[in-house]
């Protein structure tokens, strides 16, 4: 079992680029969230997708856009590239409806940096 | 809102020395609490979990009490050891379809053999 896997690992942009993150969900899993960690800190919520569709969004504006495909993997795009954007970024998989002790499986991050 | 508190880091302890990693949460409803670890250049891996009152979750040698009329999920470990160094998070859940997970902003604990 592969696990999340994420892509790509290291990621440096200029302010006002926009970059795609790409995040493959463990084996089983049809449900993807993201999650921004800047450093020091905990990881805050972006949003989650389920059945192609985002279900929810944490508090992050526009810029912040995602995808989900039919074979679950997701992608993370963010438009005109912030500073403050420089981050690592998590994706987590887990199973629907297993209720609120459902594990989420991380992946090990991409971590943007922008200049 | 929804929010987690932990203790502030770094905790610094000697090999074998007895661990607590404080927590407190504030939730609407009845969450489930989860303790993660992450280590250096890695991502987020489950350590333990409890899903309602009075649940103690353990894992590793690690354990935490779900003690909800303190809103309290502290961490602790009887003696702990070099390759426990990590950034150690308390998160809750509170909605059970989407799984959002809330995190404290992390404690860094550093042991010295």
Not at chain 1, 76 to 83: G, H, M, Q, R, Y
Request: aromatic share 12%; hydrophobic share 30%.
């Amino acid at each position: 079992d592969a696990g999340v896997t994420q892509s790509p690992t290291h990621l440096i942009k200029t302010r006002g680029q926009q970059v795609t993150l790409r995040c493959s969900p463990k084996s089983g899993h049809d449900t993807v969230s993201w999650y921004q960690q800047a450093l020091g800190q905990g990881p805050q919520f972006i949003f989650q997708y389920y059945e192609e569709e985002e279900r929810q969004r944490g508090n992050f504006p526009d810029r912040f856009s995602g995808h989900q495909f039919p074979n679950y993997s997701s992608e993370l795009n963010v438009n005109a590239l912030l500073l403050g954007d420089s981050a690592l970024y998590l994706c987590a998989s887990s199973l629907p409806g297993q209720g609120a002790g459902t594990e989420a499986f991380f992946g090990q991050g991409t971590r943007l940096t922008v200049v | 809102g929804n929010s987690v508190t932990q203790m502030e880091g770094p905790v610094t302890l000697s090999e074998e020395a007895f661990l607590t990693i404080n927590c407190t949460y504030t939730a609407t409803g009845y969450p489930s609490l989860f303790w993660y670890v992450q280590y250096p250049g890695e991502g987020l891996q489950l350590l333990l979990k409890a899903t309602k009152a009075d649940d103690k979750g353990s894992n590793k040698g690690f354990e935490a009490t779900y003690r909800k009329e303190t809103t309290s999920f502290h961490l602790e470990k009887g003696s702990v050891q070099v390759s426990d160094s990590a950034v150690y998070f308390c998160a809750l859940v509170v909605t059970s379809n989407t799984g959002k997970l809330i995190f404290g902003q992390g404690t860094t604990l550093q042991v010295k053999p």
